[in-house]
């Protein structure tokens, strides 16, 4: 984009120093690539709620939910690289760009990686009524029954869309995917028994599980989770998976270094304070702070991953 390259040259002819040492000084707009109640926009809550009052300034989220946050991302790619417009993502967005046959932005290149906020680990969760109580049973149903699970999700190409696809191709089994507009719209339809069975993020469903308004059977992560030692991996039954995924933060491409390396170091000291942290394990996501060389090594990386994971699931999206 043309405009953002000469918008960027003009910031950069700025007293760079005068303007890091500045900023923030107004409003920061976060735009969140998921509707309220998923775990993408509990983390944005927490972080930047203890950012705000770390530097004195508001930071005003803005849920732009939908398209598993191609329609948050779209918008994104087009605000002004000042500082002042960042963006919330997941995993979902290096996933979209091999899901989505033609998007309105480059993936890789229409946007800076701040850093990681924190990792995300899913949890393969039923309808209590449900007459299995393992993931061994699950399958063994679901084999029985092909095509009668109906499975949600946050969104087509969302982590937990590719994490059960993933599952699904590693046990053979056939199972209905019925995309929502967020997780929690997704855990709500699994609680009506409109589906019966997901993967969620484990943070996202804390509440629903100890009402036992559904039930865990495994979590994707290589180990089990410290706060739900209960739960087996998912991996203990189907040997070789694992699937854990991050939010983070970003700004568009063309911001200046110093903007950039500024908000990354506010946003090091927030995920270290103990408030922080503990409001994050509590909901099972762990803080996750990157530098910007760190994070971009990342989503180069998790982009090559999640392309060999996405052919290997047969996901798409038209």
């Not at 495994?218 to 040997?239: M, Y």
């Not at 970003?250 to 500024?262: N, S």
Request: hydrophobic share 45%.
């Amino acid at each position: 984009m043309e405009w953002r390259k000469w918008f960027g040259i003009a910031l950069l002819l700025s007293p760079m120093s005068v303007l890091a040492q500045a900023y923030p000084n107004k409003p920061v707009h976060v735009v969140v690539s998921f509707p309220p109640g998923g775990s993408i926009d509990v983390t944005a809550r927490i972080v930047f709620d203890h950012l705000r009052k770390q530097v004195g300034q508001e930071f005003v989220l803005d849920n732009r939910g939908g398209a598993a946050g191609t329609i948050a991302a779209a918008y994104f790619a087009t605000r002004a690289p000042d500082g002042y417009t960042i963006m919330v993502h997941s995993a979902t967005h290096i996933a979209n760009a091999h899901l989505y046959k033609k998007l309105p932005y480059d993936t890789l290149n229409d946007f800076i990686g701040v850093t990681t906020l924190a990792k995300q680990v899913g949890v393969l969760v039923i309808h209590p009524l449900m007459p299995v109580k393992s993931v061994q049973q699950f399958i063994a149903l679901a084999k029985k029954r092909p095509g009668a699970i109906n499975y949600g999700s946050g969104g087509s190409g969302s982590f937990l869309h590719v994490s059960m696809a993933l599952f699904a191709n590693a046990t053979g089994i056939k199972m209905v995917h019925v995309p929502y507009r967020g997780g929690g719209a997704a855990a709500i339809a699994l609680i009506s028994g409109e589906t019966q069975a997901e993967i969620a993020t484990l943070g996202s469903v804390v509440s629903f599980l100890k009402a036992k308004q559904m039930r865990a059977i495994g979590v994707t992560s290589a180990q089990r989770v410290e706060q739900f030692p209960e739960i087996p991996t998912i991996g203990e039954t189907v040997s070789g998976y694992e699937f854990t995924a991050w939010v983070g933060c970003f700004a568009p491409a063309g911001t200046p270094r110093t903007l950039v390396d500024k908000l990354n170091s506010e946003l090091r000291k927030t995920l270290a304070d103990p408030g922080v942290a503990a409001k994050l394990n509590g909901l099972t996501l762990e803080p996750m702070h990157m530098t910007p060389e760190q994070f971009a090594q990342r989503l180069k990386s998790d982009y090559e991953r999640y392309g060999k994971l996405i052919m290997q699931a047969a996901a798409k999206v038209n």
